[in-house]
């Protein structure tokens, strides 16, 4: 069974950090690219961040480039979104995402950023 379950969401002042952990299992890890997604309250469903199977290439979204980075350890099949200088217009559930034979997205963690 596939399965994500993602960590590490909390209350953080603006310009704060937090570093978000997807914990991975069920399906092949290291042979899927995987993304981080974000919801905020009322509106849909928005990309953040991409990286590839190896760890190797990352794509992110203009809202995020330059304050987010995102990486994997395949050997602990962890995925990571670090995030810094965040602002209010990043408070969202936070997911780890791929298509393994699907969309597949876990629980989500929440992320409030709020003085």
């Known amino acids: 069974e596939v399965q994500l379950v993602e960590s590490g969401g909390d209350l953080v002042q603006p310009g704060g950090s937090l570093r978000l952990s997807c914990a991975a299992s069920?399906?092949?890890?290291?042979?899927?690219?995987m993304n981080w997604v974000r919801q905020a309250p009322g509106k849909e469903l928005e990309w953040v961040s991409l990286?590839?199977?190896?760890?190797?290439?990352?794509v992110y979204a203009d809202s995020v480039k330059g304050r987010f980075t995102i990486s994997r350890d395949n050997a602990k099949n962890m995925l990571y979104l670090q995030m810094n200088s965040l602002k209010p217009e990043d408070t969202a559930t936070y997911y780890c995402?791929?298509?393994?034979?699907?969309?597949?997205r876990g629980q989500g963690t929440q992320v409030t950023v709020s003085s």
């Open positions: 995402a791929a298509d393994i034979a699907g969309p597949r």
């Open positions: 069920g399906f092949e890890f290291d042979a899927y690219d």
């Open positions: 990286i590839n199977n190896a760890g190797s290439t990352t």
